[in-house]
């Protein structure tokens, strides 16, 4: 799947959002959405800014 800087996205798994920042082949930088989609604001922590494999992520479709 072709992700797009802007894109909001989540780890296959889990609940958290983030937005595509960077893109470089298949390795995508993501940053977590704040506030999430349930209204819930996340302090700074490693998990804030990422870099993973494409295939680990998918986009989050309208309304989270």
Known sequence: MAFE???????????????????????????????????TVLTFSPICLQSVDESRIEKVEDGG
């Open 5 to 39: 800087i802007g894109d909001v996205v989540r780890i296959r798994g889990q609940t958290y959002t983030y937005k595509v920042i960077a893109i470089t082949n298949s390795l995508v930088t993501i940053l977590i959405v704040n506030p999430q989609p349930d209204g």
